[in-house]
């Protein structure tokens, strides 16, 4: 459990300092152009970089967290073995994907290692990576999923969670008296 806190700490580091890197040179940007009427020239280019990176080692995070769109409506109704059965297939289908994410990227790092960004002077290959770590982060928390589907009692339960809303929360909670209208 320590490396899987200090694996999700990483990811949230790594989230964090990518954000401020990537507001700090637009806000620059901005200002440089509104002010002095220049800009840096690579700004742009590589806030989008970081805002690629972001929204990828997001997906991990919110895979961590099981905040990922799904339909949990029927699930919700089964039975405990069909549950179970379910949470493993649609787990083994996301490995799938996240195979099919990892080859794609590891092809597209190596075609474009010699091929550099206009404005940056980067190789592209940078841009690519990033769907080799979150393939291989995301493939490390489904394993970590599976195995407590597969150790931990009823677990399941908590794997497939319903996000509900927030007006539905506070429904039950008025239905169930614990606060008032």
């Not at 949470?87 to 799938?96: A, D, K, T």
Request: hydrophobic share 55%.
């Amino acid at each position: 459990m320590k490396k899987i806190a200090k694996f999700e700490a990483a990811v949230n580091g790594i989230m964090a300092v990518l954000l401020a890197l990537m507001g700090i040179f637009i806000f620059t940007n901005v200002v440089l152009r509104y002010f002095f009427n220049s800009g840096i020239t690579w700004a742009e280019e590589l806030s989008r970089f970081l805002f690629v990176w972001l929204v990828f080692m997001g997906a991990i995070g919110a895979l961590k967290d099981n905040n990922h769109l799904g339909f949990t409506s029927l699930v919700q109704k089964l039975s405990p073995a069909l549950k179970k059965l379910c949470f493993f297939v649609s787990n083994i289908l996301v490995v799938g994907c996240l195979w099919v994410l990892f080859e794609g990227s590891l092809k597209m790092t190596m075609l474009t290692t010699r091929t550099l960004s206009p404005a940056t002077g980067l190789p592209l290959a940078y841009m690519y990576a990033v769907g080799i770590l979150t393939s291989v982060g995301m493939f490390l928390v489904i394993c970590c999923r599976i195995y407590r589907g597969l150790f931990v009692q009823g677990a399941i339960d908590d794997l497939i969670v319903l996000k509900e809303s927030e007006e539905e929360i506070n429904l039950n909670q008025v239905n169930k008296g614990e606060i008032s209208q």
